[in-house]
């Protein structure tokens, strides 16, 4: 009911007339009587003023408006609260952005996210308020932003096509990228290499907070590398390449993804027992593939604490490799990430210049 229609209720329980409440209020005859007859609600000083007038407190008055309003407001969109579940759990608006899905209703979005996750229907989605049960994701601690990444990195791995993947090949293209570890620019050769024998490599732009570094999985016996080249760093670049190429040398992901994320500091370890061996094996592999592990032991005993700038760039030298490479290497060792910073340079641009790449503003044109 109109809050009027109990404030009438009040005036004759006290007796008054309209002109008494007026009087008492010192308003116009007229201004009470439009609240009476619900063509006016209440606002919040006239709530204040009937309060006092009849001796309750002012919300009294203001929630009767608030019911009144609320009961006459339309019932909104039902894909509100759908829309709303969605994106509570994923970051849908990003991912219709990226042009991962297409914008519409709720139904097509519902519809798109099953396809997206290759489940067979809503229910299945995991992280979804309605999931029926959790998802071997899920139990793994896969975030929601890093599982929507992973799912696009198969979408477009499936869309290459490889020759057969050989081990021996993949060894072998490992000593021609060790070629390519001295100028920045010579990575724009990595895909092809790595394609070559039989590694699908895809760089997928990494989902804000995802903080995903790489992915290796296998699309029956073809290996897949996903990289989200989250730092754009010549040393962390060609760790994390090698990282996941070390992955796929042991056979690592045929029965699930390997995922890795946050690929650094304690995580980059090759001694912490806590890190499960095969990582501890792959950050080895990253690690002396930048620069040999022994000779930076060395370097650092036997130069410590002048570590100047000129031995780390002879050092580079003598190895064949980038300053940054070193330099990345020393700052994990003495966890001084400040030391030479300016010789990490910048190739995400050459990398992407020949690679099947989704994000950075392009977009795989896939049909979902």
């Known amino acids: 009911m109109h809050p009027g229609y109990y404030l009438k209720e009040e005036m004759e329980a006290r007796g008054w007339l309209q002109r008494d409440l007026a009087f008492i209020l010192g308003i116009p005859e007229q201004a009470v009587n439009v609240i009476l007859s619900g063509k006016r609600g209440i606002s919040p000083d006239m709530a204040r003023a009937l309060g006092d007038a009849f001796d309750v407190p002012a919300e009294f008055f203001a929630n009767l408006q608030k019911a009144y309003d609320l009961s006459r407001a339309q019932n909104p969109?039902?894909?509100?609260?759908?829309?709303?579940?969605?994106?509570?759990?994923?970051?849908?608006?990003?991912?219709?952005?990226?042009?991962?899905?297409?914008?519409?209703?709720?139904t097509l979005l519902n519809m798109q996210l099953t396809r997206f996750f290759e489940?067979?229907?809503?229910?299945?989605?995991?992280?979804l308020a309605h999931a029926a049960k959790k998802s071997s994701y899920e139990e793994r601690g896969v975030s929601?932003?890093?599982?929507?990444?992973?799912?696009?990195?198969?979408?477009?791995?499936?869309?290459?096509?490889?020759?057969?993947?050989?081990?021996?090949?993949?060894?072998?293209?490992?000593l021609r990228l060790t070629a390519l570890l001295i100028e920045?620019?010579?990575?724009?050769?990595?895909?092809?290499?790595?394609?070559?024998?039989?590694?699908?490599?895809?760089?997928?732009?990494?989902?804000?907070?995802?903080?995903?570094?790489?992915?290796?999985?296998?699309?029956?016996?073809?290996?897949?590398?996903?990289?989200?080249?989250?730092?754009?760093?010549?040393?962390?670049?060609?760790?994390v390449l090698r990282h996941e190429i070390e992955h796929v040398l042991r056979g690592d992901g045929m029965d699930e993804?390997?995922?890795?994320?946050?690929?650094?500091?304690?995580?980059?370890?090759?001694?912490?027992?806590?890190?499960?061996?095969?990582?501890?094996?792959?950050?080895?592999a990253g690690a002396d593939f930048c620069a040999p592990s022994t000779r930076v032991d060395s370097f650092i005993a036997r130069k410590r604490p002048f570590l100047y700038e000129k031995d780390v760039l002879a050092m580079a030298r003598v190895l064949n490799r980038h300053p940054g490479l070193v330099v990345g290497q020393l700052q994990h060792k003495l966890k001084r990430h400040d030391y030479l910073k300016r010789y990490q340079v910048k190739l995400r641009t050459f990398v992407l210049s020949a690679a099947i790449a989704d994000g950075w503003g392009q977009v795989v044109p896939i049909s979902i």
């Open 77 to 106: 969109n039902p894909g509100v609260a759908v829309r709303a579940k969605m994106q509570g759990s994923y970051p849908v608006r990003e991912m219709i952005k990226r042009g991962w899905l297409d914008n519409g209703d709720p």
């Open 119 to 127: 489940v067979t229907g809503p229910d299945e989605i995991p992280y």
């Open 144 to 174: 929601p932003t890093q599982l929507a990444w992973l799912f696009r990195v198969k979408q477009v791995a499936k869309s290459i096509s490889v020759p057969p993947y050989s081990e021996n090949a993949l060894r072998s293209a490992l």
């Open 184 to 239: 920045p620019e010579e990575a724009r050769h990595v895909p092809r290499i790595l394609m070559e024998s039989g590694v699908r490599l895809v760089f997928v732009e990494g989902l804000p907070g995802g903080k995903i570094d790489g992915i290796c999985f296998w699309l029956g016996g073809s290996p897949v590398i996903g990289m989200s080249l989250r730092y754009d760093r010549i040393d962390n670049f060609w760790f």
């Open 257 to 284: 993804e390997v995922i890795d994320d946050e690929l650094e500091g304690a995580r980059a370890s090759t001694d912490d027992p806590s890190l499960p061996e095969q990582e501890r094996e792959a950050n080895a």
